[in-house]
């Protein structure tokens, strides 16, 4: 995660060729709300996993951004939250990722969803760099969930 955070703050994930989304936090956003997705879907409980998430994340955040305050901290985790209740809706069968990073795009963009000729406008734009850029965070991950699983299994 220290890497992705530093990525965000680089200004190198979810660049758009010199195009910065009015609200590109959202990326920050969904990217702490997959983990949390991620973490559900492979832990035994929702509060494992979210207990896993706040000691992963709340170090970052404070480190990252120093200013955040408690309301921020917790405006993180409810929209973590609901990121990861938009994924669990639509785990395993029905390709979780894409309709949570369709809205993650949506927001950082501030688009309306009844928009379509403005909504078309910047998936075409954002699509190809921003599935690049989520890929390799979700890469990573199942990388260290493999890890961590060959681990414990072998003897």
Known sequence: MRARFEGFT???LYAFDGIVPPNRGEFLRFEIGLL?????ENLVSSAHAEAYWHQIVQPLVREYIPAV????????????RLYRD??????????????????????????DDNDDVRRGQIMKHAAGKTLDDCFAFVDR?????KGEQDRTTSP
Do not use: Q
């Open 10 to 12: 680089s200004g190198r």
């Open 36 to 40: 949390l997705s991620m973490l559900s």
């Open 69 to 80: 305050t408690e309301e921020g901290m917790t405006n993180l985790t409810v929209s973590a």
């Open 86 to 111: 938009k994924w669990l809706a639509h785990c395993p069968d029905e390709g979780p990722l894409g309709e949570v990073l369709s809205v993650a795009v949506l927001v950082a963009f501030d688009c």
């Open 141 to 145: 991950y199942s990388e260290i969930i």
